[in-house]
């Protein structure tokens, strides 16, 4: 049974999606469970966002606490809302995505029964039209409570994602979202994950998220390299964690944050000169860690050989990849 004192605080990060907002905040605003808030935090929208946000904290003002600041970007928004949260754990949610009805009652639920600091739900994508376009399973064939130090294997396996997982707000006693980088989920939650000795998760997909047709398409550059800046950071608090002798799981979370998703990143840098420089220093990470070839290739989550189970197209930037064929790869893109 759930503690009827325990309070969860949704943070929801707002910049200029007026189209998508009101329905992500009647996910929320629905919630089966009662004792929330939602804190939206306008970044500096220059749309019709501010006025929906108004319109839903005059109707909801018991749940919906709303704030306007200038724009500082996702980490500067979600820290924003953190030092404002006042329950005992924290939710994000990004404001054009939605989410189950149950999602916050079953979690908070998960969480209070293991005495967890943080839960994991399922994601799924879906369309403008709500039709599901593919399934993300978290863990699957993992027990609902995590013991970390038997199961160590998810800190390199799971989906960094911060939006579908509750925290303890412990967690972010001195720790925050890195501002003015990228892929701030991959530098940051694996760190809070290192501070827990059990998760706890729901197989259900709770967590919807919405691939927009109208977002203007993504300009990969440089700041890809963030990523490797993140896997660096992540190795220094491992270093000084409980979980320190687990070498081969760091070397696995190496690979798949910093070479897999890298790769993935870098195959889409339309730029020459910056696609070289960026293979260049993947070649310097992959060095220094000792990473060797047959290292990636035999990479293995969840019990599957990573590689194996790309598509083909992606498997063959790969393998051109790690064959030193990179000018190759670039006509064939």
């Known amino acids: ?125 879906v369309d403008q039209h709500g039709a599901i376009t593919q399934k993300l399973t978290q863990m699957p064939n993992m027990p609902e409570k995590i013991d970390l130090e038997k199961n160590f294997s998810v800190f390199s396996d799971i989906s960094y994602f911060a939006c579908n997982k509750l925290f303890k707000k412990e967690l972010f006693h001195q720790k925050r979202f890195k501002k003015g980088i990228h892929f701030e989920d991959i530098q940051l939650i694996p760190q809070l994950l290192l501070e827990c000795s059990t998760i706890a998760q729901t197989q259900n997909y709770h967590y919807q998220y919405l691939e927009r047709t109208d977002s203007i398409t993504k300009t990969h550059t440089e700041k890809g390299l963030d990523m490797l800046k993140a896997v660096a950071d992540v190795e220094n608090t491992f270093n000084e964690s409980q979980y320190t002798h687990k070498r081969k799981e760091l070397k696995n979370f190496q690979i798949f944050e910093g070479v897999y998703s890298f790769l993935a990143y870098l195959a889409f840098v339309k730029k020459d000169e910056v696609f070289y420089e960026m293979a260049e220093q993947l070649g310097f990470f992959v060095k220094e860690r000792q990473i060797k070839i047959q290292d990636i290739l035999n990479y293995n989550r969840f019990g599957k050989n990573y590689l194996l189970s790309l598509p083909v197209k992606k498997k063959i930037f790969y393998l051109l990849f790690f064959a030193g064929q990179k000018k190759l790869i670039r006509k064939l893109m």
């Open 1 to 125: 049974m759930i503690n009827s004192l325990s309070k969860v605080s949704i943070i929801v990060p707002v910049y200029n999606v007026e189209k998508y907002l009101a329905k992500c905040l009647d996910s929320l605003v629905n919630q089966t469970l009662q004792n929330i808030e939602i804190l939206v935090v306008n970044d500096g929208s220059t749309d019709r966002s501010e006025d929906i946000i108004k319109e839903y904290s005059q109707k909801y003002p018991e749940k919906i606490k709303a704030f306007t600041k200038e724009n500082g970007g996702l980490s500067d928004a979600r820290n924003f809302g953190i030092d404002r949260a006042t329950g005992d754990y924290i939710g994000f949610v990004d404001s054009d995505d939605y989410v189950t009805e149950k999602m916050f009652e079953e979690m908070l639920l998960l969480a209070e029964k293991h005495q967890t600091q943080m839960v994991i739900c399922n994601i799924q994508k």
